[in-house]
């Protein structure tokens, strides 16, 4: 069974470009779920999806983020227009809907760098 | 709302010698406890869990932690390192009831020959 795959692996953009992340979820899981590492700080969380509706996206960092997740399948992450401080790893998750007891399964991650 | 603090970023340890990682976490309601593990270029790989019962924990590659309540604290342990231990450690916790996880800042493992 494929695991979560991330795309790009890496991306550098300059500041003011947009960027767009890929995560294509472990099949049949309906959780999925964005964090993100800012380099040397704590992995934070920013959003979850079940199906394609958020569920909670409580810790996007403002209004220049957009996460979709068209069809409960594949989700996407836009930043749109790219600050300094966006530069970091991105992660994705994906659970089974097995509240409280689903494990979630982590990709490799994107690593964006905003110069 | 949740935190959890690593107070180690980095642990340097001999091969075969014993590690402790320390994880202490505070929080407003209970929680789900965890610790993840990175190795080099690869993602995210879960540990082990605590949801309840035993509050001594044993995952996988040998680790274990323990629960402490009264401490607030989710240790993790292990007897004898091996160099394939390198990695990033994260502890993570999760409020009953809430989805997403709070992770600390990681500690760096790194085993010397």
């Known amino acids: 069974e494929a695991g979560v795959t991330q795309f790009p692996s890496h991306s550098v953009i300059e500041k003011g470009q947009t960027v767009t992340l890929r995560c294509d979820p472990i099949?049949?899981?309906?959780?999925l779920y964005w964090y993100r590492r800012v380099m040397g700080k704590e992995i934070k969380f920013l959003l979850h999806f079940v199906k394609e509706s958020k569920q909670d996206e409580s810790g996007m960092p403002n209004n220049r983020f957009l996460a979709e997740r068209t069809g409960g399948t594949y989700s996407t992450l836009k930043v749109q227009p790219a600050e300094l401080e966006d530069s970091g790893v991105y992660f994705c998750?994906?659970?089974?809907?097995?509240?409280?007891?689903?494990?979630?399964?982590f990709g490799p991650g994107t690593r964006l760098t905003v110069l | 709302a949740q935190s959890v603090t690593q107070l180690d970023s980095q642990v340097p340890v001999f091969e075969e010698a014993p590690v402790e990682l320390r994880c202490n976490y505070s929080?407003?309601?209970?929680?789900?406890l965890f610790w993840y593990v990175q190795y080099p270029n690869q993602g995210l790989q879960l540990l082990l869990k605590?949801?309840?019962?035993?509050?001594l924990v044993k995952g996988i590659n040998g680790f274990e932690a323990e629960f402490n309540k009264s401490q607030t604290s989710f240790h993790l342990r292990k007897p004898s390192v091996h160099i394939s231990d390198t990695a990033e450690y994260f502890c993570?916790?999760?409020?009953?009831?809430?989805?997403?996880?709070?992770f600390g800042t990681g500690t760096r493992l790194t085993i010397i020959p």
């Open positions: 605590y949801l309840s019962g035993s509050t």
């Open positions: 993570a916790v999760r409020g009953f009831g809430n989805e997403k996880l709070t």
């Open positions: 998750a994906s659970s089974q809907q097995k509240r409280d007891l689903g494990e979630q399964f």
């Open positions: 929080s407003s309601v209970s929680v789900y």
């Open positions: 099949s049949g899981h309906d959780n």
